[in-house]
T-cell receptor
Framework: KAGVTQTPRYLIKTRGQQVTLSCSPI?????VSWYQQTPGQGLQFLFE???????NKGNFPGRFSGRQFSNSRSEMNVSTLELGDSALYLC???????????????FGEGSRLTVL | QKEVEQDPGPLSVPEGAIVSLNCTYS??????FMWYRQYSRKGPELLMY????GNKEDGRFTAQVDKSSKYISLFIRDSQPSDSATYLC????????FGQGTRLTINP
């Protein structure tokens, strides 16, 4: 079974631009979560989608948004990029119906965003 | 105060040593506690999860939760160089709150 796939793996943007990151979950998983990882703040929850609906949201500004498609693939978008948005963005999928309370997430390798 | 506090280390021990990794947490709502391992340039992978107080063992790894003191621990017995990674504690269900992560190095 293929794991979680994230694209692109690396990207460089400049302040003010926007970026879209893509995530393909494990086949059969309908829940996709996004996390931001930085050296200073660690791993922080951005949002979770299940069956194309946002179910949970973290404490990030509205510049961070996401969506999920009918095939469970997900995208996240960051608009008006700031230097502080430089981070590793991790996508995780889960079989939410089976593991709704266990926190068993399967992470991708992440998309490393550098904002100049 | 962060919901989950974890000493970032780094922690360096010789091969074969017993490693103890610890976290403290606030907010005692009903939830699960997890340990994830993250190798360099990789995403985190779930090692173990546990619910309520007590121990859970899986091979060389033992996870322990003490709800009275709000302490989460991971013990690694007979540590190997391949255990060198960052270990992250977390709590929650679908919306996980992570500790800062402890970078562990096992020296041959």
């Amino acid at each position: 079974k293929a794991g979680v796939t994230q694209t692109p793996r690396y990207l460089i943007k400049t302040r003010g631009q926007q970026v879209t990151l893509s995530c393909s979950p494990i086949s059969g998983h309908r829940s996709v979560s996004w996390y931001q990882q930085t050296p200073g703040q660690g791993l922080q929850f951005l949002f979770e989608y299940f069956s194309e609906t946002q179910r949970n949201k973290g404490n990030f500004p509205g510049r961070f948004s996401g969506r999920q498609f009918s095939n469970s693939r997900s995208e996240m978008n960051v608009s008006t990029l700031e230097l502080g948005d430089s981070a590793l963005y991790l996508c995780a999928s889960s079989d939410r119906l089976r593991t709704s309370n266990t926190g068993e997430l399967f992470f991708g390798e992440g998309s490393r965003l550098t904002v100049l | 105060q962060k919901e989950v506090e974890q000493d970032p280390g780094p922690l360096s021990v010789p091969e074969g040593a017993i490693v103890s990794l610890n976290c403290t947490y606030s907010n005692s709502a009903f939830q699960y506690f997890m340990w994830y391992r993250q190798y360099s340039r990789k995403g985190p992978e779930l090692l173990m999860y546990t619910y309520s107080s007590g121990n859970k063992e899986d091979g060389r790894f033992t996870a322990q939760v003490d709800k009275s003191s709000k302490y989460i621990s991971l013990f690694i017995r007979d540590s190997q160089p391949s255990d060198s990674a960052t270990y992250l504690c977390a709590k929650g269900a679908q919306k996980l709150v992570f500790g800062q992560g402890t970078r562990l190095t096992i020296n041959p």
